[in-house]
Nanobody, 122 residues
Framework: VQLQASGGGLVQAGGYLRLSCVASGGTFSVYGMGWFRQTPGKEREFVAYISRSGGSPSYVDSVGGRFTISRDNAKNTIYLQMNNLKPGDTAVYYC????????????????WGQGTQVTVSS
């Protein structure tokens, strides 16, 4: 499975972005999907997860109520709607695919996209 993330950019605090991740080369609907983020010198951090059917979304506490993960299996795509962005959200964001359920750790994911940079200015 190949994953291609896009939608990052530079935004002011309080603004919004929507990330997309398109999958190819596999059966998209058998994978749970997640978003992670990473800043220099730190480990990759779980951000959000969505199940194969689009249910059971889960989020890291720091983004709850601001970020929404969704998926469109007909388009082999997941999204991360990010509202009320904060400077602390600045990171490279990665999408990933897993066959595990409720996966919130990076080691449970089998495939990774290349990352898209999100920068939030204060």
């Amino acid at each position: 499975v190949q994953l291609q993330a896009s939608g990052g950019g530079l935004v002011q605090a309080g603004g919004y972005l929507r990330l997309s991740c398109v999958a190819s080369g596999g059966t998209f609907s058998v994978y749970g999907m997640g978003w992670f983020r990473q800043t220099p010198g730190k480990e990759r951090e779980f951000v959000a997860y969505i199940s194969r059917s689009g249910g059971s979304p889960s989020y890291v506490d720091s983004v709850g109520g601001r970020f929404t993960i969704s998926r469109d299996n007909a388009k082999n795509t997941i999204y991360l709607q990010m509202n009320n962005l904060k400077p602390g959200d600045t990171a490279v964001y990665y999408c990933a695919a897993t066959k595990a359920f409720f996966a919130t750790t990076a080691r449970l994911y089998d495939y990774w996209g290349q990352g898209t940079q999100v920068t939030v200015s204060s």
